[in-house]
Nanobody, 121 residues
Protein backbone atom coordinates (compact mmCIF):
# COMPACT_ATOMS: atom_id res chain seq x y z
CA UNK A 1 0.00 0.00 0.00
CA UNK A 2 1.42 3.35 -1.06
CA UNK A 3 1.87 5.79 1.82
CA UNK A 4 3.27 9.31 1.84
CA UNK A 5 3.67 11.05 5.19
CA UNK A 6 4.58 14.72 5.34
CA UNK A 7 6.10 16.52 8.31
CA UNK A 8 7.96 19.70 9.16
CA UNK A 9 5.17 22.21 8.88
CA UNK A 10 4.33 24.67 11.61
CA UNK A 11 4.37 28.32 12.48
CA UNK A 12 7.18 30.51 11.20
CA UNK A 13 7.73 34.23 11.05
CA UNK A 14 7.91 36.17 7.79
CA UNK A 15 11.43 35.85 6.43
CA UNK A 16 11.93 32.57 8.22
CA UNK A 17 12.58 29.05 7.00
CA UNK A 18 11.06 25.61 7.25
CA UNK A 19 12.08 22.23 5.91
CA UNK A 20 9.34 19.85 4.91
CA UNK A 21 9.91 16.11 4.66
CA UNK A 22 7.87 13.39 3.04
CA UNK A 23 8.60 9.76 3.85
CA UNK A 24 7.20 7.21 1.43
CA UNK A 25 6.54 3.50 1.62
CA UNK A 26 4.78 0.75 -0.29
CA UNK A 27 6.54 1.22 -3.62
CA UNK A 28 10.03 1.51 -5.12
CA UNK A 29 10.68 5.11 -4.16
CA UNK A 30 13.60 5.71 -6.50
CA UNK A 31 11.62 4.86 -9.62
CA UNK A 32 9.16 7.74 -9.51
CA UNK A 33 9.17 11.51 -9.72
CA UNK A 34 7.83 13.44 -6.74
CA UNK A 35 6.11 16.77 -6.43
CA UNK A 36 5.13 19.17 -3.70
CA UNK A 37 1.77 20.88 -4.07
CA UNK A 38 -0.03 23.22 -1.73
CA UNK A 39 -3.56 24.33 -1.05
CA UNK A 40 -5.59 26.85 0.81
CA UNK A 41 -8.28 24.71 2.48
CA UNK A 42 -11.31 24.60 0.24
CA UNK A 43 -9.49 25.89 -2.84
CA UNK A 44 -7.54 24.35 -5.69
CA UNK A 45 -4.13 22.73 -5.63
CA UNK A 46 -1.09 24.75 -6.61
CA UNK A 47 1.99 22.97 -7.93
CA UNK A 48 5.06 24.14 -6.04
CA UNK A 49 8.04 22.03 -7.05
CA UNK A 50 8.89 18.68 -8.60
CA UNK A 51 11.91 16.40 -8.92
CA UNK A 52 12.58 13.52 -11.28
CA UNK A 53 13.48 10.07 -10.06
CA UNK A 54 17.17 10.51 -10.91
CA UNK A 55 17.34 14.04 -9.44
CA UNK A 56 18.50 15.45 -12.80
CA UNK A 57 15.38 17.52 -13.37
CA UNK A 58 13.76 19.88 -10.91
CA UNK A 59 10.92 22.29 -11.42
CA UNK A 60 9.73 25.31 -9.46
CA UNK A 61 6.79 27.61 -9.89
CA UNK A 62 7.50 31.30 -10.03
CA UNK A 63 6.47 31.75 -6.41
CA UNK A 64 8.95 29.10 -5.30
CA UNK A 65 11.90 29.80 -7.57
CA UNK A 66 14.87 31.23 -5.71
CA UNK A 67 13.33 30.60 -2.31
CA UNK A 68 12.52 26.88 -2.19
CA UNK A 69 14.77 23.90 -2.88
CA UNK A 70 13.50 20.40 -3.54
CA UNK A 71 15.69 17.38 -2.94
CA UNK A 72 15.35 13.66 -2.39
CA UNK A 73 17.23 10.87 -0.69
CA UNK A 74 16.29 7.64 -2.43
CA UNK A 75 18.10 5.60 0.21
CA UNK A 76 15.82 7.08 2.88
CA UNK A 77 12.64 7.08 0.74
CA UNK A 78 12.32 10.77 1.52
CA UNK A 79 11.73 13.93 -0.46
CA UNK A 80 12.38 17.34 1.06
CA UNK A 81 11.31 20.92 0.46
CA UNK A 82 13.58 23.56 1.97
CA UNK A 83 11.66 26.83 2.16
CA UNK A 84 13.36 30.15 2.83
CA UNK A 85 12.27 33.79 2.86
CA UNK A 86 8.78 32.71 3.77
CA UNK A 87 5.92 35.17 3.60
CA UNK A 88 2.25 35.04 4.61
CA UNK A 89 1.26 34.04 1.06
CA UNK A 90 3.06 30.74 1.68
CA UNK A 91 0.52 29.83 4.35
CA UNK A 92 -0.96 26.65 2.91
CA UNK A 93 -1.42 22.98 3.48
CA UNK A 94 1.52 21.28 1.74
CA UNK A 95 1.26 17.83 0.22
CA UNK A 96 3.79 15.58 -1.42
CA UNK A 97 2.70 13.47 -4.34
CA UNK A 98 4.03 10.54 -6.30
CA UNK A 99 3.98 10.50 -10.10
CA UNK A 100 3.17 7.48 -12.24
CA UNK A 101 6.51 7.83 -14.03
CA UNK A 102 10.14 8.72 -13.42
CA UNK A 103 9.52 12.18 -14.84
CA UNK A 104 7.05 14.84 -13.85
CA UNK A 105 5.29 14.38 -17.19
CA UNK A 106 3.33 11.52 -15.68
CA UNK A 107 0.17 12.11 -13.68
CA UNK A 108 0.26 12.15 -9.91
CA UNK A 109 -1.45 9.11 -8.44
CA UNK A 110 -0.86 9.26 -4.68
CA UNK A 111 -0.78 12.04 -2.10
CA UNK A 112 -0.07 12.33 1.59
CA UNK A 113 -2.37 13.97 4.13
CA UNK A 114 -0.39 17.19 4.15
CA UNK A 115 1.45 19.35 6.63
CA UNK A 116 0.24 22.84 7.51
CA UNK A 117 2.57 25.79 7.09
CA UNK A 118 1.54 29.06 8.72
CA UNK A 119 3.55 32.22 8.25
CA UNK A 120 2.67 34.95 10.67
CA UNK A 121 4.30 37.44 12.98
Amino acid sequence: QVQLVESGGGLAQPGGSLRLSCVASGFTFGNYAKTWVRQVPGKGLEWVSGISSDVRVTYYTGAAKGRFTISRDNAKNTVYLEMNSLNPADTRLYYCAKHLTSSMAGDMDSWGRGTLVTISS
